[in-house]
């Protein structure tokens, strides 16, 4: 399978935004997530990290 797991990273660390994300487009200000089973999420920021061996992308906020 190539889902992946998304990620925000905060000061506390990463928090989880949306599993199983199957696609991520441009959206405004940020990026749209969506996920095998059709669930949206909309993450703000850039993307920080993506480890596609792991199923892992982290998004940062910007300034």
Do not use: W, Y
């Not at 399978?1 to 487009?25: H, N, P, Q, R, Y």
């Not at 061996?53 to 982290?58: A, D, E, G, Y």
């Amino acid at each position: 399978m190539c889902e992946s797991k998304v990620f925000l990273a905060t000061a506390e660390g990463e928090e989880l935004v949306l599993e199983d994300v199957t696609s991520i487009k441009p959206d405004g200000d940020g990026f749209r997530l969506v996920n095998l089973f059709g669930e949206q999420a909309h993450v703000r920021g850039q993307i920080k990290d993506i480890d596609l061996l792991k199923h892992r992308i982290v998004f940062e906020l910007t300034a």
